[in-house]
Structures are given as structure tokens and as C-alpha cells.
């Protein structure tokens, strides 16, 4: 049985480790495997780390949840248009997405803007970490939020599973003991289980991720992208995500470092990372002479830890453990 005050710190962890990954992987984005580890000692260099969209969406999120008390789209909807800065390396559909949305466009409808079908991208994945860790205690629930926040931008299949598996990966880091490693098969057996409904990539990726595990456990950059991928696709990078954190965790920094190596999408892939282990190991753990480069300001580090917090102080109120 873990205490209140591990699972708060737990919390934190999962949404601080979102906002580390997220700003040190975002100098790194685009980059193919070979230039991002020649450049790896970069992260050793203390200056200003600034977040992207992946956090800034993160943020809103957890706002919502704390003031609904649950998932509710359209009131997600209205703070990814009130907060939402566009200027933090957003995606042109998510751009058109959040300027709709701000001209009065009803949130159901904005997702079919750019792509008629619904984006595949890990756009719903990259902020899921507050449904992952509000609704750590009841998969179902878990399952129905991560894709209730997803249908606002994505409502593409593909789109809307990679979110759940995120969550999910972060929900059952949040139940591990933070002094152990993952239990890796077990949790990819519960992830198989709660993914089998969806889409057959996220079975195929599972699949890898076992044989990787069998085999050695560690592979190359180059061979992590190859079978599992490094991209923007959700089945192409929430995988790899789950995949690194469940073979580096309780090493958050190790963990940060390899998802980097990969190149690529670097911010989201480590901002998953970091919020998956985060969950896992809490706060406490999560490196200070990273954290103290954070960015500060009206909603910088102070506030994200603190809405963290009330994040928390919400799902008592809501689950009373």
C-alpha cells in the first residue's frame, strides 16, 4: 500500500518529469540518432530550459481535471484556448485547432479542421499525464478519459490509443514501488490487455518490446527507432516511450538521455518518458541540478508543481482513498 504522501510525490513526479523531458529534449528535435548523441554532453550545460507545447498542454489539462473534478472536453476545450501558447512550438493543426476553438468553433468539430479522417499524431499522448495519474486506480475510467481529452484534437484511432497507452504506462508507474524496478512483464501484459480493443500497431509494438526483453533487454538508438520509432505518429513514439522508461527507470536521468539519443521528436518522447518515470520514482528523485534550470514565471516550475499538487488534493476529494 503506498502512503498519501509517496502518491503526491508521485503526482508531482509525473508532471515535473513531463516538464524536464519536455524541455531538455526540445533543443534536440529533428535531429537523426548520430548528431543527437554526438551532442548529448549539451545536456550537462546549465542555462534556462524553456518547455514547448507538450507542457503547456499539460498544464491546461491538469487545470481542467482540478477544476471539473473529471474529464469534460469541452471544458478542456476552453482552457486550451485560454491558456494555450502558441509561440511554444505548436503544430500547424494544432495552431488551427486552438484559433477555432478561440473564434467560437464548437470543440467537437475543430479535430476535423486539418485532417478529415482525425490526426494519428501523439499530439493527445504527450498531455495525457494528469488523466494517468487522476485516474491511476481505475483503468476503465482511465481508459474513457485519455480518449475523451484525445477526441478534441485527435479522432483518429490511432491518435486516440496512443493516448491511452501513455496513460495507462503512467498509471501503473504510479502504482509501482518507487525503490524497485518496473515489473516489466507484467506490465506489458496489463498494457496488452487494456490496448487489445484498439488498433493492431500497438499489439505489433508490444510484441517488439517482449522480444526485446527476452533477448537483452538494451538495444542501440538506431535499432530502437528501427523497430519502434522515433516519430510524431502516436504508434511510432508512445511505444518507444513505454519501451525506454520501463528499461532505464528508476534512472530518470539515464532514461531522459536515451530517449534523446533517438532524435527525432526528442521533446515529446522524453516529455512521456519523463512523466512515466516520474510516476514511478516521484519528485524526490527527479534530479535538482535539472530542475533548477527550469523556466519560472506566471506558469513556470512553481506553478506546475504546485498545480501537481492540487492535482492530487482533487483526486482525494474525488476518489477518498
Known amino acids: 500500500m503506498i502512503s498519501k504522501e509517496i502518491l503526491k510525490d508521485k503526482f508531482r513526479g509525473a508532471i515535473l518529469g513531463c516538464f524536464l523531458g519536455d524541455s531538455f529534449g526540445a533543443g534536440f528535435e529533428g535531429m537523426s540518432p548520430d548528431r543527437a548523441i554526438s551532442r548529448l554532453g549539451t545536456l550537462s550545460e546549465k542555462y534556462g530550459r524553456t518547455y514547448t507545447d507538450d507542457t503547456d498542454m499539460t498544464l491546461a489539462l491538469a487545470e481542467s ?11 478542456i476545450a476552453r482552457k486550451f484556448s485560454q491558456f494555450c501558447d502558441l509561440t511554444r512550438g505548436y503544430g500547424m493543426g494544432t495552431i488551427q485547432a486552438v484559433l477555432a476553438l478561440r473564434r467560437g468553433a464548437p470543440w467537437h468539430e475543430v479535430s476535423r479542421i486539418v485532417f478529415e479522417k482525425g490526426s494519428f499524431g501523439n499530439g493527445a499522448a504527450m498531455r495525457v499525464s494528469p488523466v494517468g495519474v487522476f485516474f491511476h486506480h481505475d483503468f476503465e475510467a482511465l481508459r474513457k478519459a485519455a480518449m475523451d481529452q484525445a477526441n478534441i484534437t485527435h479522432t483518429h484511432p490511432l491518435g486516440q490509443w496512443g493516448a491511452v497507452m501513455q496513460a495507462s504506462s503512467v498509471g501503473m508507474a504510479l502504482a509501482q514501488d518507487p525503490k524497485r524496478p518496473f515489473k516489466k512483464e507484467e506490465m506489458l501484459i496489463e498494457l496488452r490487455e487494456i490496448l487489445w480493443p484498439g488498433p493492431v500497431e500497438y499489439q505489433k509494438a508490444l510484441n517488439q518490446m517482449e522480444t526485446i526483453f527476452s533477448q537483452s533487454g538494451k538495444i542501440e538508438a538506431k535499432e530502437v527507432v528501427r523497430r519502434l520509432g522515433n516519430g510524431i505518429e502516436a504508434y ?3 511505444p518507444t516511450a513505454s519501451y525506454i522508461a520501463l528499461t532505464y527507470s528508476p534512472d530518470f536521468q539515464d532514461a531522459i538521455r536515451t530517449s534523446i539519443s533517438l532524435g527525432g521528436d526528442t521533446d515529446t518522447i522524453a516529455g512521456m518518458v519523463g512523466a512515466i518515470v516520474g510516476a514511478h520514482v516521484g519528485e524526490r528523485c527527479l534530479p535538482v ?3 533548477e534550470q527550469l523556466e519560472e514565471g ?3 516550475y512553481s506553478f506546475a508543481r504546485d498545480l501537481a499538487g492540487r492535482l492530487f488534493e482533487t483526486w482525494c476529494e474525488m476518489a477518498k482513498p
Open 289 to 291: 541540478e535539472w530542475m
Open 298 to 300: 506566471p506558469r513556470g
Open 236 to 238: 511510432r513514439s508512445v
Open 65 to 75: 481535471i482540478i477544476e471539473s473534478g473529471k474529464v469534460d472536453p469541452e471544458d
